[in-house]
């Protein structure tokens, strides 16, 4: 036991190294710093699917390690999204309206600045004033706060009331699901605050920075996000490598026997529930300013299944599963949402993938949880040759979100 | 004679059916006991409530020197208490290691924050060693349990109970399924176990009682029957109307 972190978890450094070698080459490719073999909006492409991966690895760790399936992960991320986004605008807003009042004969007062700022924002909901909630959004550093504390208090509030009422398996990803639902429904109203449907947008204009291209800025978002994939990859390995991996493994398996053993399961789940919706809601943050826009579709119920699905393809329980199943799945998407798979003629009927995209992406759904349940991710066991222990086909533990045998891994 | 665990008067009922009926007993701290009764006399329900997964409708349930009531405390609350208790059927974790399921038992801080940064000291692997040498699994150290024999997964269970250093340990069948080998090593295992503390074994296998030379309670319809040495109660003619003689 006296090896170290990375002797112990070869996989870290092996993940660490492919993220830095591809950071550098797609660096190399863009146009701001290199070849411009990548357009500047697939670089956003790739940044935007690099948070994806990160908030993938959350869900990995409350659903592939704790057995928790939650369906509402995309709200802190959506949440994450909304709060760094109502900096952007704000920032931004007041940086025009400045601009175009300055030249006006009587200078305007503070007042008149920020009552100019909510006309703008606000217009499109027949609005001026500002809501209560936008209290801090002049301040870069206190909304950057928000973003960790809002979908915190909410993850602990939810799973406070969700896990001490012992509400487990199907029932906790239905009331997930409800709450998701709840969010964006109030969401999407023009008197929540957040200006309904039409969401926040021009969140791509960096305040203060008109003079930089796009190109430079998301190359900058890249590289944030690559950072952030790498901490957070490191941070939730080193979670499950110790003691807490161990007794979140064995809430997943048996959850009565860890009570038995004098553990609160209640305060470890409310614990990786928390921490997973804090990780979310940074991926968010990272991924709205490259996406431009946020709106309430973003953390609709259908969001949290996508995530689901993305993890469950890629292989749960294992980190880089997580992360190899977001990434694949989510930049195939794009590919054939994006119209840029050819469609198949068939005589009678032409497959135009931007409408059959998602009966594919149901199918192998479907494919991978009945023929290849560890996912993507399994074909590594291929390589190194890894038994899991033999069960004759039955689960590890006797409660809803344990292994089945056949995923276990060594 | 000080008891560690008094339990008085505790009736529970599940839809009408009386599973235990003012049931009184006691049990001093280093002691081992063993319970029979046919099926249905409320072995099992009797160790549910000491370990908080039932309540009961009347009655307590008094712990230690202090005579706290364990009815007001939650299974892991009761766990951290000193009370430890081994499943029917073996439940220990598959998918990790012997070495896992041992250092999880181990007594030490529960706290989620203070686990999380829980890194193993020298006498911590020292012990667990100690302990999987004890139960005879000191070869299977980095197997996964599930890996193990019926029985070796029964005394890892009885390992992982030891880890825990509860004052109190319930013991559900433990002999269920084992080889005579096996057997007689699970009597030694509890024979030493209740030197420096309290054990209760609840069994059906006479022969197994027998073995284990203790007093006997036994059960019948959710009360005490009968209380005594194993040849006391088999010659009483209740127990043997109701338990023996079918």
Redesign the interface.
């Given at each position: 036991m006296t090896r170290s972190f990375f002797a112990r978890n070869p996989s870290v450094l092996i993940f660490i190294a492919v993220l830095a070698v591809f950071t550098l080459a797609v660096t190399l490719a863009s146009e701001a710093t290199g070849t411009g073999a990548l357009s500047t909006s697939f670089v956003k492409t790739l940044g935007k699917t690099l948070c994806l991966c990160l908030v993938a690895i959350a869900m990995d760790l409350i659903w592939g390690y704790a057995g928790i399936l939650s369906l509402g992960h995309m709200a802190f991320f959506g949440l994450g999204g909304y709060m760094i986004g109502m900096w952007l605008m704000y920032a931004r807003t007041e940086a025009i309206v400045a601009t175009s009042m300055a030249n006006a004969q009587i200078p305007p007062t503070d007042q008149e600045i920020v009552d100019a700022i909510g006309t703008q924002i606000f217009g499109v909901v027949g609005s001026s004033d500002f809501p209560p909630i936008w209290i801090f959004a002049d301040s870069l550093a206190l909304q950057l706060m928000l973003v960790v504390l809002v979908p915190g208090l909410l993850a602990l509030v939810f799973g406070w009331l969700a896990f001490r009422s012992r509400v487990t398996g199907v029932y906790l990803s239905i009331l997930t699901q409800a709450m998701t639902l709840a969010l964006s429904l109030y969401l999407f109203q023009n008197d929540s605050g957040l200006r309904g449907n039409n969401g926040l947008s021009g969140l791509q204009n960096l305040p203060g920075a008109n003079n930089i291209p796009q190109a430079d800025i998301s190359l900058w978002f890249f590289w944030a996000s690559a950072f952030a994939l790498g901490v957070g990859y490191l941070l939730a390995a080193w979670i499950v490598s110790g003691k807490f991996g161990s007794v979140i493994r064995g809430i997943r398996d048996d959850e009565a026997r860890v009570r038995f053993l004098g553990y609160s399961v209640e305060g470890y789940k409310l614990f990786v529930f928390t921490i997973t919706a804090i990780i979310a809601a940074i991926a968010g943050a990272l991924y709205y300013p490259q996406a431009g826009i946020i709106n309430p579709a973003e953390i609709a119920p259908i969001a949290s299944i996508y995530l689901a699905v993305w993890v469950a393809i890629g292989g749960r329980g294992r980190l880089y599963g997580a992360v190899i199943g977001a990434a694949f799945v989510s930049l195939l998407s794009t590919m054939f949402t994006g119209g840029q798979v050819p469609s198949v003629p068939l005589g009678f009927y032409t497959i135009d993938w931007v409408d059959w995209w998602q009966v594919l992406l149901g199918l192998s759904f479907v494919l991978v949880t009945l023929f290849a349940p560890k996912g993507i991710g399994g074909l590594v066991d291929l390589v190194t040759g890894r038994r899991p222990p033999d069960r004759h086909g039955a689960d590890l533990g006797p409660d809803k979100g344990s292994l089945q045998e056949r995923e276990a891994e060594q | 004679m000080s008891t560690l665990l008094e339990v008085s008067g505790v009736s529970v009922s599940f839809d009408g059916f009386k599973a235990i009926n003012n049931l009184s007993f006691s049990i001093g701290p280093a002691e081992l006991r063993a319970i029979i009764g046919p099926n249905g006399a409320g072995k099992t329900t009797f160790m549910d409530i000491v370990?908080g997964?039932t309540r009961p409708d009347e009655g307590a349930v008094l712990w230690g020197e202090t005579s706290q009531s364990l009815l007001r405390m939650?299974?892991?609350?009761i766990?951290?208490a000193g009370i430890?208790?081994k499943?029917q059927r073996p439940?220990v974790?598959?998918?990790?290691t012997v070495y896992?399921n041992l250092?999880?038992?181990l007594k030490k801080d529960?706290?989620?924050?203070s686990?999380?940064f829980?890194?193993?000291a020298a006498e911590d692997?020292a012990r667990i060693e100690e302990l999987a040498e004890e139960i005879g699994l000191a070869d299977e150290l980095h197997r996964?349990?599930?890996?193990l024999s019926h029985g070796q997964k029964q005394w890892l269970e009885i390992g992982?109970l030891l880890a825990?250093e509860p004052r109190l340990l319930l013991v559900d069948e433990p002999a269920a399924g084992m080889t005579l080998a096996e057997r007689e090593h699970t009597t030694d295992l509890l024979k030493e176990a209740a030197k420096t503390r309290a054990v209760v074994v609840v069994e059906h296998d006479m022969e197994f009682v027998r073995r284990l030379d203790c007093r006997v309670t036994v059960l019948h319809e959710g009360s005490v029957l009968a209380e005594g040495s194993l040849d006391h109660v088999t010659k009483n003619q209740d127990v043997i109307d109701v338990y023996l003689g079918r």
């Amino acid at each position: 036991m006296t090896r170290s972190f990375f002797a112990r978890n070869p996989s870290v450094l092996i993940f660490i190294a492919v993220l830095a070698v591809f950071t550098l080459a797609v660096t190399l490719a863009s146009e701001a710093t290199g070849t411009g073999a990548l357009s500047t909006s697939f670089v956003k492409t790739l940044g935007k699917t690099l948070c994806l991966c990160l908030v993938a690895i959350a869900m990995d760790l409350i659903w592939g390690y704790a057995g928790i399936l939650s369906l509402g992960h995309m709200a802190f991320f959506g949440l994450g999204g909304y709060m760094i986004g109502m900096w952007l605008m704000y920032a931004r807003t007041e940086a025009i309206v400045a601009t175009s009042m300055a030249n006006a004969q009587i200078p305007p007062t503070d007042q008149e600045i920020v009552d100019a700022i909510g006309t703008q924002i606000f217009g499109v909901v027949g609005s001026s004033d500002f809501p209560p909630i936008w209290i801090f959004a002049d301040s870069l550093a206190l909304q950057l706060m928000l973003v960790v504390l809002v979908p915190g208090l909410l993850a602990l509030v939810f799973g406070w009331l969700a896990f001490r009422s012992r509400v487990t398996g199907v029932y906790l990803s239905i009331l997930t699901q409800a709450m998701t639902l709840a969010l964006s429904l109030y969401l999407f109203q023009n008197d929540s605050g957040l200006r309904g449907n039409n969401g926040l947008s021009g969140l791509q204009n960096l305040p203060g920075a008109n003079n930089i291209p796009q190109a430079d800025i998301s190359l900058w978002f890249f590289w944030a996000s690559a950072f952030a994939l790498g901490v957070g990859y490191l941070l939730a390995a080193w979670i499950v490598s110790g003691k807490f991996g161990s007794v979140i493994r064995g809430i997943r398996d048996d959850e009565a026997r860890v009570r038995f053993l004098g553990y609160s399961v209640e305060g470890y789940k409310l614990f990786v529930f928390t921490i997973t919706a804090i990780i979310a809601a940074i991926a968010g943050a990272l991924y709205y300013p490259q996406a431009g826009i946020i709106n309430p579709a973003e953390i609709a119920p259908i969001a949290s299944i996508y995530l689901a699905v993305w993890v469950a393809i890629g292989g749960r329980g294992r980190l880089y599963g997580a992360v190899i199943g977001a990434a694949f799945v989510s930049l195939l998407s794009t590919m054939f949402t994006g119209g840029q798979v050819p469609s198949v003629p068939l005589g009678f009927y032409t497959i135009d993938w931007v409408d059959w995209w998602q009966v594919l992406l149901g199918l192998s759904f479907v494919l991978v949880t009945l023929f290849a349940p560890k996912g993507i991710g399994g074909l590594v066991d291929l390589v190194t040759g890894r038994r899991p222990p033999d069960r004759h086909g039955a689960d590890l533990g006797p409660d809803k979100g344990s292994l089945q045998e056949r995923e276990a891994e060594q | 004679m000080s008891t560690l665990l008094e339990v008085s008067g505790v009736s529970v009922s599940f839809d009408g059916f009386k599973a235990i009926n003012n049931l009184s007993f006691s049990i001093g701290p280093a002691e081992l006991r063993a319970i029979i009764g046919p099926n249905g006399a409320g072995k099992t329900t009797f160790m549910d409530i000491v370990t908080g997964k039932t309540r009961p409708d009347e009655g307590a349930v008094l712990w230690g020197e202090t005579s706290q009531s364990l009815l007001r405390m939650n299974e892991s609350q009761i766990a951290r208490a000193g009370i430890g208790r081994k499943f029917q059927r073996p439940t220990v974790f598959e998918d990790q290691t012997v070495y896992d399921n041992l250092a999880m038992a181990l007594k030490k801080d529960r706290a989620p924050w203070s686990v999380l940064f829980f890194r193993p000291a020298a006498e911590d692997a020292a012990r667990i060693e100690e302990l999987a040498e004890e139960i005879g699994l000191a070869d299977e150290l980095h197997r996964k349990s599930g890996e193990l024999s019926h029985g070796q997964k029964q005394w890892l269970e009885i390992g992982m109970l030891l880890a825990q250093e509860p004052r109190l340990l319930l013991v559900d069948e433990p002999a269920a399924g084992m080889t005579l080998a096996e057997r007689e090593h699970t009597t030694d295992l509890l024979k030493e176990a209740a030197k420096t503390r309290a054990v209760v074994v609840v069994e059906h296998d006479m022969e197994f009682v027998r073995r284990l030379d203790c007093r006997v309670t036994v059960l019948h319809e959710g009360s005490v029957l009968a209380e005594g040495s194993l040849d006391h109660v088999t010659k009483n003619q209740d127990v043997i109307d109701v338990y023996l003689g079918r």
